[in-house]
């Protein structure tokens, strides 16, 4: 599936960035990670949360108690969007319809890990996972059910964190709690 996704075409997106950067962990991983879409440097790596973005996530997940090394990590886009300026490439959000043409990758990785848990990092992969737009704060700190019956939770994507100017510790602190909190519902369920 990995070797297939590099010659994808499904959307545009296809002509930006180095290459498809596709999920990475384990085939019987607990939880499920998803983020947005590679940044500048997954792009380059050909990995998904290599950047300081995936630093923080690593950093919270040790502190919650979480192995990152058990779980599956992807993106909702598997191509890296941006708009070049001068010699920096300036991420740029994906719109829905490259959302919802990338969701076939997502559903085939689904179905090969079939994780009891879901963990959607930002509102793009929210979108992704239930098919529409859904607000973060209105569902975060408890399960819901993704249409494929599999159970999910919602937080922020580590970048917001990373730009955030108010209350920065205070936010980080409370999605190392949700990390703790979906660690222990995967030791649950296990
Ligand atoms: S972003 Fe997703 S759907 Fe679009 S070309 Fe890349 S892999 Fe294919």
Not at 39 to 68: H, I, S
Not at 100 to 107: H, N, P, T
Request: charged share 25%.
């Amino acid at each position: 599936m990995r070797a297939e996704a590099t010659g994808c075409t499904r959307c545009d997106l296809y002509r930006c960035g180095t290459q498809t950067v596709f999920g990475e962990g384990p085939l019987d991983a607990r939880i499920m990670f998803v983020g947005e879409q590679p940044g500048d440097q997954e792009d380059r790596a050909g990995k998904p949360f290599v950047g300081p973005a995936g630093q923080l996530l690593d950093r919270a997940l040790v502190e919650a108690g979480v192995d990152r090394s058990a779980t599956y990590v992807t993106n909702a886009v598997k191509h890296f969007k941006f708009e070049q300026r001068g010699k920096r490439r300036i991420h740029s959000k994906p719109n829905g319809p490259e959302i919802d043409a990338c969701r076939w990758w997502i559903e085939q990785e689904r179905i090969l890990v079939r994780p009891p848990i879901t963990v959607a990092l930002g509102a793009t992969a929210a979108r992704s996972l239930f098919g529409k737009a859904v607000t973060i704060g209105a569902m975060r700190g408890r399960p819901h059910t993704v249409p494929d019956g599999g159970e999910a939770w919602v937080t922020v994507h580590p970048s917001f964190l990373l730009r955030v100017q108010d209350n920065k510790e205070q936010e980080y602190a409370r999605f190392v709690g949700d990390l703790r909190v979906i660690g222990e519902r995967a030791r649950a369920l296990a």
